[in-house]
């Protein structure tokens, strides 16, 4: 059984924002996740002046952030086990169009596509208020054996 289902949806969902929340990238860009289910995840995020470059567009930075977040959260909601050890081995980044409007809230939705023993595959996208695609990312993420019982994981306990 996935870990969603074990402590469910809006468990789920509140301890991901408190994750996320709590940690200095997320807490400072102001990401907040909205939506979580089997398999995925939507984060939001509005927009401000110092996302931006000297050419007025969005920073890659913020972009990978959000997929980064995105596609993890989305892979974690099938864990099978709340003290796995998992994290990004790789992904891979598609910009599609430049974001050059700041007063606008960008959505970034994350799949899990597989999630196996020791690795996952996940996707995402990045789209602009207007629906408009901003970027696509494919990832894997490793997932190591759950550390022993006396350690001290805090992964969604």
């Not at 870990?3 to 990238?25: D, Y």
Request: with cysteine.
């Amino acid at each position: 059984m996935s870990l969603l289902k074990t402590v469910g949806e809006e468990v789920f969902l509140k301890r991901a924002q408190e994750i996320t929340a709590s940690q200095p990238l997320y807490s400072w860009l102001g990401a907040r996740v909205a939506e979580v289910s089997e398999g995925f995840c939507e984060l939001q995020l509005g927009l401000r002046d110092e996302f931006f470059n000297d050419r007025n567009t969005l920073q890659a930075k913020v972009i990978f952030a959000l997929l980064d977040a995105a596609t993890f959260v989305a892979s974690r909601t099938l864990a099978r086990d709340r003290n796995e050890v998992d994290f990004h081995q790789e992904i891979k980044l598609n910009f599609i169009s430049a974001v050059r409007e700041v007063n606008q809230t960008i959505i970034a939705k994350g799949r899990a596509l597989h999630r196996g023993r020791s690795t996952a595959v996940v996707e995402g996208e990045v789209y602009d208020q207007s629906g408009k695609l901003v970027a696509k990312a494919l990832g894997t993420i490793a997932i190591l054996k759950p550390p022993p019982a006396n350690s001290h994981s805090t992964v969604f306990k």
